[in-house]
């Protein structure tokens, strides 16, 4: 029997998944946003009814359920409305749990690597398997953040540990890529958030694995425990990593076997260990060497994930995601590894006053590996400011002379006079929205 679902915050990257699957199988989906997008355009496209201002007139007289992000305040005039209502109420998380738990179940967790490997493992599994698969990012290959064929037996999901989402999820099968220090507003501190990440792993089926990384894999226990990494004493280790340009190949040895001249068509270290947890998870799953060397070598990343903008021989633009200090240290490092010869300029928009202050030293100490520093003014996303929390306050931390405060509309001009040799934008509020403008300036 078709529904009536109703969206708080539906053009997030996670609630757009969930309401194109509900879409996909036949229920009425409305919504609200902000801001109107790419993902909102896209949505009412498929079917979905959108508005964008704060108006309970426009909510349909009929609403089964209402999924809603914690980014939009529980004092929302929408929310209070279907509180007073007594309409139910569910997070966006627990609405996951409920589609897909009782599947078998792949889900990515990890502070950061989660949305390319989760899309990495999409794209290996997806030929061979009934997949549905939520993606925290748009996959280039799918060009969606969500993937069904319907019915479905396997799902591939992303596990966000961001108000301890995952705990939602119940996987036949997990990865952790990561556990650094991160929503310290939500743990408190970095124990709790390892604590999160435990109660994560008691949840996969005693009977599935868990493929870590091995920089945190004494810190998680689990019966079905196997650890990725370069390490000799890894269960699936990584050799022979030769890169030329953007492609990297690499031989990944594990269970018994040793898959060699494994090519992958985007940069990093960091997407090398995304490809291994992916491969293991995918050699597990029964896939041939065969199987996954075309299936990760056809792998074309996701947008905002080390997005090339511009290619040309006098400008390199690259766009990426990251916005905790390791995030950037690890697309830094591969963007000067891959361009020494060239003069980097960063342009990076903070995200969350609290993020800022917990990690402004080491915030400081990454951008500074950049030869020129830009900063945006912080992106607050659901947070009210904090007295003394600036971009300013970061910037007076950079150890470097060649760093700059700019508005949005400063930096265009900016741009226009100094034009950069080799451009990488870096954020995850909406200086995204600055990529077109920018592009159109350095190709003038």
């Known amino acids: ?40 355009d896209q949505l009412t496209a498929e079917g979905a009814l959108i ?61 950061h690597g989660k949305t390319t490997t989760t899309a990495m493992l999409a794209q290996l599994l997806n030929p061979y398997r009934h997949l549905t698969a939520f993606i925290g990012g748009i996959a280039k290959n799918f060009d969606t953040n969500f993937i069904i064929n319907n019915p479905f037996d396997t799902a591939v999901v992303e596990a966000d540990e961001f108000d301890r989402s995952f705990l939602t999820l119940h996987p036949t099968h997990a990865i952790i890529t990561s556990m650094d220090a991160d929503h310290l ?53 990584i050799e022979e990593v030769k890169s030329e340009g953007r492609r990297t190949t690499f031989t990944l040895c594990g269970m018994s076997k040793r898959y060699q001249n494994l090519t992958l ?14 491969c293991a998870v995918a050699t597990l799953a029964g896939l041939t060497e065969e199987e996954i060397s075309k299936q990760l070598t056809d792998f074309q990343g996701v947008k905002r994930r080390f997005d090339y903008q511009i290619e040309e021989k006098e400008t390199l633009f690259i766009d990426d995601y990251a916005h905790h200090p390791e995030e950037l240290r690890s697309i830094i490092t591969a963007v000067k590894k891959l361009y020494p010869e060239r003069k980097l300029t960063a342009i990076f928009q903070p995200h969350l006053y609290t993020r800022t202050r917990d990690f402004a030293p080491q915030f400081a100490e990454v951008l500074a590996l950049a ?17 003394g929390i600036t971009s300013q306050f970061l910037l007076d931390q950079i150890p470097h002379s060649h760093k700059l405060l700019l508005s949005k509309k400063e930096l265009i001009s900016y741009l226009e006079i100094h034009k950069p040799e080799l451009l990488l934008t870096l954020g995850a509020g909406d200086i995204d929205k600055l990529v077109p403008e920018i592009k159109k300036t350095l190709v003038k």
């Open 51 to 111: 508005h964008y201002d704060e108006d309970v007139k426009k909510i349909p007289s009929a609403v089964d359920f209402v999924v809603y992000t914690p980014a939009i305040s529980i004092q929302h005039s929408e929310y209070q409305y279907f509180k007073n209502n007594n309409i139910p109420i569910f997070k966006r998380s627990q609405v996951l749990g409920e589609i897909v738990n009782g599947h078998i179940t792949y889900a990515v967790a990890g502070t």
């Open 371 to 387: 030869d020129e520093i830009i900063l945006l003014d912080i992106y607050p996303a659901r947070e009210l400011p904090i007295e």
């Open 185 to 237: 507003d939500i743990y408190g501190d970095k124990r709790h958030l390892i604590e999160s990440f435990q109660l994560f792993a008691n949840q996969i089926d005693k009977n599935g694995y868990l493929i870590i990384h091995e920089t945190v894999a004494d810190q998680i226990s689990h019966p079905g425990k196997l650890v990725y990494g370069f390490g000799s004493q890894c269960d699936f280790r």
């Open 265 to 278: 068509n985007i940069p990093g270290k960091h997407n090398v260990l995304n490809a291994a947890a992916a």
């Open 1 to 40: 029997m078709s529904k009536t679902i109703y969206f708080l915050g539906i053009g997030g990257i996670g609630m757009s998944a969930i309401a194109r699957y509900f879409l996909q199988i036949g229920h009425r989906v409305y919504g609200y946003d902000h801001t109107q997008t790419a993902i909102t």
